[in-house]
């Protein structure tokens, strides 16, 4: 979703609104490791949303980071000090351990996707 902010253009990779919560979701996805300065961008997507699309009745955003790694500890040390309701998720192992196996075995894997990327 486009978001113009004082003059400058933002993409935010995802936008939900949920219904039984009733707050907008936020999703960033990265295809690198976790880097704490996404923890930032991330929240400044929360703040506009809350900002410019929020009701009064709805609930703060959540923000929901998916990467394809990421260090416990550093994520811990990134995320403390932030009030809005963050998560950061590895996509990587989430998606192979919720796949069924005769999947698995037909899809090409990480590695093989990042090499025909580059």
């Known amino acids: 979703m486009h978001l113009e902010v004082g003059d400058q253009d933002f993409y935010i990779d995802l936008l939900f609104y949920h219904l039984k919560l009733r707050c907008y979701v936020v999703v960033e996805l990265k295809t690198s490791d976790f880097v704490?300065?996404?923890?930032?961008?991330?929240?400044?997507?929360?703040?506009?949303?809350?900002?410019?699309l929020r009701h009064h009745d709805d609930k703060p955003t959540i923000g929901l980071l998916l990467v394809k790694g990421k260090n416990k500890v550093v994520v811990e040390y990134s995320l403390a000090g932030y009030t809005n309701p963050i998560g950061v998720a590895d996509w990587q192992q989430e998606l192979t351990k919720e796949m069924p196996n005769d999947l698995k075995t037909s899809l090409p894997s990480i590695e093989e996707i990042e090499r025909e990327m580059e």
């Open 36 to 52: 704490p300065g996404y923890v930032s961008q991330l929240t400044m997507y929360q703040n506009i949303v809350d900002d410019l």
